[in-house]
């Protein structure tokens, strides 16, 4: 077929960039080792923060529910699919972030676009970080808004994209959606929340923030950035959370007013129209929340290996980019470098993200090391002192 020399041809041109991607089958459990291949290897590319996804307590929860309940929901929520269990997970989430009321989706993913896309259309305009994960920016560019990104992080690109927007008549009863990540999932860093509340507050814009990467991790009981910056829901009327990081589960969830929640059950279309979650999926989750809320010692873990490993790279002087979150990246720039040392990493038997563009921006590819909770001091030194071996061999 002529379509498939034109896939071919795609494909040759990732390959010669380097851009190619590539699955790892594995064979174990989520944690600090994984088996792939008939080998072990430590790992430190998992989103599993708080070391929750293999947890006795969160299996034990989803095998009794598996055993009351079935192993499918059966249906979408607004047919059959809406379990006892998402309602209890729905209002402990509330509690959780101290909200009117929360949501549950099945993805990430599939929460991002349906929120964008149901509170904003052709007359509205979103505002989005440049450096947002793609299920925002896929969310606002689908949407049909208008569709603008700021610069990085940046409060008075924001405010000056606002200003211009709000300059034409045509748009002064527009809804303006603002929308950022919390902790961005490719440089670790945290957005400016208090900065970008104020912004919101001048503009009368509404400001949405996909907290991902931030719940469970900051904020004294794992209330994320919201919880970490003090803020009500007022300032930040929309929250997305997703339980495949530090929950150690899958799925995600909106949180925010009750005319809010309503509206999406109403309006967004990949909430109304996509299966349920397992109710099983429900009941581990809610059972990793109450680890969450109920114990702080993973966190204070996980917030030493932070410091310790910071500290050893700088004490051998390889750079890492700014960041107090569990992704710790190691900035590359060349595709093929960062390839030969991701290879090097794998034959010293330790397993990092080797992030490449398009998932950051042109010369940017990095390792993108993730710490856990999991993580032992011997399996800190172990990274480090192989990643000393690779600027040895100037692959740093």
């Known amino acids: 077929m002529e379509v498939e020399k034109r896939w071919l041809k795609a494909l040759e ?88 009321r929360a949501l549950v989706f099945s993805t990430g993913y599939m929460a991002n676009m349906a929120v964008i896309s149901a509170l904003s259309g052709r007359k509205d305009a979103v505002f989005e970080d440049r450096l947002n994960h793609a299920s925002l920016i896929d969310g606002g560019l689908l949407s049909g808004a208008r569709f603008q990104r700021y610069l990085h992080t940046d409060c008075d690109s924001l405010k000056t994209a606002l200003a211009r927007f709000e300059s034409k008549p045509d748009n002064q009863d527009a809804l303006k959606l603002v929308v950022t990540d919390g902790v961005f999932s490719m440089d670790g860093n945290m957005a400016p929340l208090p900065g970008l509340v104020e912004v919101c507050e001048q503009h009368e814009a509404v400001l949405m923030v996909d907290d991902a990467h931030g719940l469970g991790v900051f904020g004294p009981s794992g209330g994320g950035c919201i919880e970490h910056f003090k803020l009500q829901q007022n300032q930040v009327p929309i929250l997305v959370g997703t339980f495949g990081k530090a ?62 490993f910071r500290s050893a790279m700088k004490r051998h002087d390889i750079a890492l980019m700014a960041s107090d979150s569990p992704i710790q990246p190691l900035l590359v720039g060349d595709n093929d470098t960062l390839m030969r040392l991701n290879a090097f990493l794998m034959e010293q038997g330790i397993l990092v993200g080797a992030i490449r563009p398009p998932t950051v921006p042109d010369g940017s590819a990095r390792l993108r090391i993730t710490l856990s909770s999991s993580h032992g001091s011997e399996s800190l030194d172990q990274l480090v002192n192989t990643l000393v071996r690779a600027k ?3 692959l740093l």
Do not use: W
């Open 392 to 394: 040895g061999r100037s």
């Open 13 to 100: 041109v990732r390959r010669d960039q380097s851009l190619l991607r590539h699955r790892l089958q594995v064979d174990s459990p989520p944690g600090e080792r994984l088996s792939s291949g008939g080998r072990d290897y430590l790992c430190f590319a998992s989103n599993d923060y708080l070391g929750l996804a293999n947890d006795d307590l969160v299996k034990q929860a989803a095998i009794e529910a598996i055993s009351r309940y079935g192993v499918g929901s059966g249906a979408s929520h607004m047919v059959t699919g809406h379990h006892r269990e998402h309602d209890l997970l729905e209002q402990a989430l509330a509690e959780f972030t101290g909200r009117d």
């Open 247 to 308: 929950f150690g589960t899958a799925g995600a969830f909106v949180a925010g007013s009750q005319t809010l929640i309503r509206y999406i059950e109403q309006f967004a279309r990949p909430y109304i129209y996509t299966t349920a979650m397992p109710p099983a999926m429900a009941a581990a989750t809610r059972q990793a929340l109450k680890i969450i809320v109920e114990s702080n010692d993973r966190r204070a873990r996980l917030r030493d290996n932070i410091t310790s």
